[in-house]
T-cell receptor
Framework: GNSVTQMEGPVTLSEEAFLTINCTYTATGYPSLFWYVQYPGEGLQLLLKATKADDKGSNKGFEATYRKETTSFHLEKGSVQVSDSAVYFCALSVGPYGNNRLAFGKGNQVVVIP | DAGVTQSPTHLIKTRGQQVTLRCSPKSGHDTVSWYQQALGQGPQFIFQYYEEEERQRGNFPDRFSGHQFPNYSSELNVNALLLGDSALYLC????????????FGPGTRLTVL
């Protein structure tokens, strides 16, 4: 089936540190890949996406590259801020429609300390 | 331009009761998907509605049903509530034929006692 695996556990780091959150996937066909962010008490917001191999999604200083050879879509940011504290979800979408069901990972809580 | 809206914000029910959650999609969107997010977990896909029909369905029992209206708004119904149905229910809308971007509402927090 189609699934996403995110690294275990919360991530705690200092302001201006480098952030990496690992995401690997298993999918039949050619999925689109996404990172969503969820701030406390809110719904999910699309952070970035990539629809084919070697595409790089980017937004607000975050980047992720679609790596077909390693089935990965790791999220990176060079210098985090306190306002980046949130839960980050990796997700994939694959299927016959223009918009298909999303399969999410378990999420990673990111806490940025001033 | 209003985004995806959901009502109510919070809801408390007891086991065995029935509940209806509502969703209005973003302007211009015609497809609505519903997700269940248990505490500390990622969202799980329940089903998707397009042209007033259920087009895709996840691994949820028949107690979960839905409806889409001609104005594209949608309802999620859950019958015979169980304690395990306590979760945040998220609605996402999108425009059919577009590449996969779904926009989420703030969710309805359902607590089953």
């Amino acid at each position: 089936g189609n699934s996403v695996t995110q690294m275990e556990g919360p991530v705690t780091l200092s302001e201006e540190a480098f952030l990496t959150i690992n995401c690997t996937y298993t999918a039949t066909g050619y999925p689109s890949l996404f990172w969503y962010v969820q701030y406390p008490g809110e719904g999910l917001q699309l952070l970035l996406k990539a629809t084919k191999a070697d595409d790089k999604g980017s937004n607000k200083g975050f980047e992720a590259t679609y790596r077909k050879e390693t089935t990965s879509f790791h999220l990176e940011k060079g210098s985090v801020q306190v306002s980046d504290s949130a839960v980050y979800f990796c997700a994939l979408s694959v299927g016959p429609y223009g918009n298909n069901r999303l399969a999410f990972g378990k999420g990673n809580q990111v806490v940025v300390i001033p | 331009d209003a985004g995806v809206t959901q009502s109510p914000t919070h809801l408390i029910k007891t086991r065995g009761q029935q509940v209806t959650l509502r969703c209005s999609p973003k302007s211009g969107h015609d497809t609505v998907s519903w997700y269940q997010q248990a505490l500390g977990q990622g969202p799980q896909f329940i089903f998707q509605y397009y042209e007033e029909e259920e087009r895709q369905r996840g691994n949820f029992p028949d107690r979960f049903s839905g409806h889409q209206f001609p104005n594209y708004s949608s309802e999620l119904n859950v019958n015979a509530l169980l304690l395990g149905d306590s979760a945040l229910y998220l609605c996402a809308s999108s425009r059919d034929g577009r590449t996969d971007t779904q926009y989420f509402g703030p969710g309805t927090r359902l607590t089953v006692l």
